[in-house]
């Protein structure tokens, strides 16, 4: 085991771990924000840079500190090493760039956008963004594409994270879709306009950080803040079966995976636990589903925090987060 160092809290942890997992495991405010790292999708992360820390001493051995600010999602962590993350002015200036970078093309239409809510861009943007934008340029434009009978796709929103492309790749037989070209014309594509239909797809929706792919039978059908989140499973022969129903009253109005604190999906479900049985009895109903991360959809349940992190703030650092 190995030591590490996080604003100002030490965390013991195994060697190979990266500075992200590391602050995971302290967990609160301490863990750095990831909009393309997904712990269940081999290779992800190191794409949107919105997780830099400043690692200020790089080990016991090597105290000198890094000369760039790093991504913690890919950064392995050394004994002795310390790193700022909301102690550092300097992260959070990179913060509120990258933010501003990854809105510069991204719309603000949160107020017709089925993810608000559950956006972590939104989120991001509520921490770390900026009220106005320093770019006037044209943005880039694409229209709103069908990708299979059940997926919208809505390219403007998208942050090329990957994430929807390593969920083709690593959950379904044949992946149909990938990042085409480069630059700022970069896009989500399939192959010849080829629907996605494979049993897993469905999971692309899951794990897009923003409303760039939406589900089709829910779309624009309500907002899920007024909507019940409620744990239900049934016996799939496909997935664990394991599944959130979001409903209103007695209906369900769509079914989504678990989704853990980090907001990252605990077992994947198939496309028919989530698109073909929206009748409560076609489901188990455990229990209302408390949604522990940071979500509008938590307001108003009077939960008891996680344990706070003990975070010594330098000034003027923190104001956004308090
Ligand atoms: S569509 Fe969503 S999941 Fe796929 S790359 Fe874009 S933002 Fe990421
Ligand atoms: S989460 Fe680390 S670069 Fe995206």
Redesign the pocket.
């Known amino acids: 085991m190995i030591k590490v160092t996080i604003d100002n809290v030490t965390v013991e942890t195994e060697e190979g771990t990266t500075i ?1 997992q590391a602050a995971r495991k302290i967990g609160g405010k301490i863990i ?6 997904y712990s269940k999708l081999k290779g ?9 820390v400043k690692v200020s001493q790089s080990s016991t051995k090597d105290p000198r500190p890094m000369p760039k600010l790093v ?4 950064t392995p962590v050394q004994d002795g090493m310390v790193v700022q993350n909301l102690t550092s002015p300097e992260v959070i200036e990179a913060r509120k760039g990258i933010v501003e970078f990854l809105l510069i093309n991204h719309p603000l239409d949160c107020p017709v956008c089925d993810q608000a809510g559950e956006c972590d861009l939104q989120d991001l943007s509520f921490g770390f963004g900026m009220a106005e934008t320093a770019t006037e340029e044209e943005r880039r434009e694409f229209p709103v594409i069908d990708i299979g009978d059940y997926i919208k796709l809505h390219m403007n929103r998208c942050i090329l ?1 990957y994430r929807c492309v390593y969920v083709a790749d690593q959950l379904t037989d044949k992946r149909l879709h990938g990042v085409l070209y480069r630059g700022d014309v970069t896009e989500i594509s399939t192959f010849i306009s080829k629907g996605i239909e494979n049993d897993f797809s469905g999971n692309m929706i899951d794990v897009c950080p923003v409303g760039a792919l939406t589900d089709k039978t829910f779309r624009f059908k309500s907002r899920v803040w007024f909507l019940k989140p409620m744990n239900v499973h049934r016996d799939c022969p496909k997935c664990s079966g394991k599944a959130v129903a979001w409903m209103f009253g007695n209906e369900i109005y769509r079914i989504t995976a678990r989704k853990d604190k980090y907001g990252e999906v605990e077992d994947f479900i198939c496309n028919e636990c989530r698109f073909d049985k929206k009748n409560p009895a076609d489901w188990v109903i455990e229990g209302p589903r408390h949604i522990i991360r940071q979500s509008v959809i938590s307001a108003n349940h009077y939960e008891k925090e996680e344990k706070p992190s003990v975070i010594k703030p330098i000034e003027g650092t923190m104001e956004k987060q308090k």
């Not at 750095?32 to 790292?37: K, L, R």
């Not at 992800?44 to 830099?52: P, W």
């Open positions: 992200l750095p924000p990831a909009m393309c790292y992800s992360g190191g794409k949107c840079r919105t997780c830099l991504a913690s999602c890919s994270c």
